[in-house]
């Protein structure tokens, strides 16, 4: 009898195939000693379900409004840079899978095609950017945004200074010919001499960067609930519970254990997204059961897009998506609202 192997393991072998060592380096390693990165889709295994029988799921309801985009299903792409690394086409490949399967992504600040490229090809999406030492240069990356049509921006909070990723930096000592920040170039020519990172940053430079768009603005990076406080008293629009998928800080907590008091202290008065550790549909269930309204896929969909384009991205999201309906169904959840932490195991009181 020949071994299972779920699609998305397939995926993860034919992409470390055809991937350059440096760049499988950069996308699958993490802080340290990597102990964050191996523990955040570990941690979801460790998470039991609790179905519930004797309800009509013929018709499962799970499509919501997501800051003015009617997401079909509570899946998204998170941002991840220098596509280029991973395949020719980078972002190219994924926004049109994106598309194809009807999930919103989020572009990194760091994408190897310029926004302003991608948004032809795109269907909803969000921006990513840093908050910059250089505020003029903050308000361009605004104004591009904007002007793409992004749907909102969201700003990662939680780097305030580089990671320290061993095997990312004996891997990688610097872009490949044909690789750049297209989004922080000036007529081929880098707009990053210091660095981009502001340890300086805080909560009243978030109200700031508000102040000075009418696209939402999504905070990236949090796991503390009283940060979520701050989030919404600043005026964010969005939290957006993650641990940066452990390429920061290692042994930090994990987003499923951080996402319920997130949740509690938001108090619906904006959504909450969650990543880190997404691998497959139950996982989506677990994070919705516990407070996030929506959760972002991050390494998975690169591995489509290394081993097979867009057609890989599609295919990333769709499994997943597939696999959480058929959770959905067999937990006795016929729709997005009806799903409570009384489907996790232990917490049916």
Not at 81 to 102: H, S
Not at 297 to 317: C, F, H, T
């Amino acid at each position: 009898m020949s071994q299972l192997l779920h699609p998305l393991d397939e995926l993860y072998r034919r992409a470390e195939s055809a991937m350059d060592p440096a760049a499988w380096a950069y996308l699958n390693g993490g802080a340290v000693d990597e102990l964050a990165v191996r523990r955040n889709p570990d941690r979801f295994a460790e998470i039991r379900l609790l179905p519930r029988v004797g309800v009509d799921v013929s018709a499962l309801r799970t499509s919501q409004d997501l800051l003015g985009i009617e997401l079909p299903y509570p899946i998204m792409l998170a941002p991840a840079a220098l596509q280029r690394l991973f395949a020719a086409d980078g972002e190219l490949g994924t926004v049109r899978g994106a598309k194809a399967a009807g999930a919103t992504a989020v572009i990194s600040m760091e994408s190897s095609v310029a926004t302003r490229e991608l948004a032809g090809e795109a269907g909803p999406f969000f921006q990513h950017i840093y908050v910059q030492k250089d505020r003029e240069l903050t308000l361009e990356l605004v104004r591009m945004a904007e002007e793409a049509g992004a749907r909102g921006i969201a700003v990662t909070l939680d780097n305030p200074v580089p990671g320290i990723r061993y095997r990312q930096d004996a891997g990688m000592l610097g872009l490949p010919e044909g690789v750049r920040r297209a989004n922080l170039e000036s007529g081929g020519v880098p707009r990053l001499t210091g660095g981009y990172l502001d340890p300086s940053m805080t909560w009243r430079d978030l109200e700031w960067l508000v102040a000075q768009t009418e696209l939402p603005i999504i905070g990236k990076g949090i796991l503390h609930p009283e940060d979520a406080r701050f989030a919404v008293e600043a005026g964010l629009q969005a939290v957006y519970v993650s641990n940066h998928g452990g390429r920061n800080l290692d042994t930090v907590a994990h987003p499923i254990d951080c996402v319920r008091a997130v949740s509690e202290v938001v108090a619906g008065r904006v959504p909450v997204l969650l990543d880190g550790g997404i691998r497959r549909g139950t996982d989506v269930l677990k994070a919705l059961a516990l407070g996030a309204d929506a959760v972002l896929i991050g390494r998975p969909y690169v591995w489509g897009l290394a081993a097979a384009g867009a057609a890989g991205v599609k295919s990333v999201v769709e499994t997943i998506r597939d696999e959480f309906l058929a959770a959905m169904a067999m937990c006795g959840l016929a729709s997005l609202a009806d799903i409570t932490p009384a489907v996790i195991f232990g917490e049916e009181g």
